[in-house]
């Protein structure tokens, strides 16, 4: 079983639409959370990390996070064909020391 | 400016023959790591050091050796390469000693034949 879970997709969306990306991950005591963007050939760039239940906003991104259920999604409104590419979930936790782990990655395609 | 660079870029060698890819930060980072990146495997942690002289091992540590001599260098050392070991590798490092917030590298493209 994956730690961290994750839609390959791709996932399209219209432009202007909003794109919802989810992530599941099986341990309890996980603490941190973050979301990495990977265009193609490039790096992963840190976009959003959240630390707590509830909602986390930055500009057209929004990070949530619900323990209990153990998943972790990410929004991004008015979605733009700039905002196509693939879409790393991250975890760090308690049972994984100082290591980060990552899910497989949702490939996101923005249509115009 | 800031950033994590990595060196060489691209990479193609044979089996056996000794190499090192260089990591450095310019952020004074406590956090540093070695990642590789393979289609429908992801992103798997190599090794990781949270201090200098202090590393330890990620998921897929086998084949690989690191050192952290100095705050700002974490090479990562491929003693006798593998076709195996192709891959895109990629360094990251953080501010936080637990590895929270990593920032990447733009990647070294290795290929062993």
């Known amino acids: 079983q994956k730690e961290v879970e994750q839609n390959s997709g791709p996932l399209s969306v219209p432009e202007g639409a909003i794109a919802s990306l989810n992530c599941t991950y099986s341990?309890?005591?996980?603490?941190?959370f973050f979301w990495y963007r990977q265009y193609s050939g490039k790096s992963p760039e840190l976009i959003m990390s959240i630390y707590s239940n509830g909602d986390k906003e930055d500009g057209r991104f929004t990070a949530q996070l619900n323990k209990a259920s153990q998943y972790v999604s990410l929004l991004i409104r008015d979605s733009q064909p700039s905002d196509s590419a693939t879409y790393l979930c991250?975890?760090?936790?308690?049972?994984?020391?100082?290591?980060?782990?990552f899910g497989g990655g949702t490939r996101l395609m923005v249509k115009p | 400016e800031a950033q994590v660079t990595q060196n060489p870029r691209y990479l193609i060698t044979v089996t056996g023959k000794k190499l090192t890819v260089t990591c450095s930060q310019n952020m004074n980072h406590e956090y540093m790591s070695w990642y590789r990146q393979d289609p429908g495997l992801g992103l798997r942690q190599i090794y990781y050091?949270?201090?200098?002289?202090?590393?330890d091992k990620g998921d897929v540590p086998e084949g690989y050796k690191v050192s952290r001599k100095e705050k700002r260098n974490f090479p990562l050392i491929l003693e006798s390469p593998s076709p195996n070991q192709t891959s895109l590798y990629f360094c990251a490092s953080s501010s936080d000693r637990g590895g929270y917030e990593q920032y990447f590298g733009p990647g070294t493209r290795l290929t062993v034949t």
């Open positions: 991250a975890v760090n936790g308690w049972n994984a020391g100082n290591m980060l782990t």
């Open positions: 341990d309890r005591v996980s603490q941190s």
């Open positions: 050091s949270m201090n200098v002289e202090v590393t």
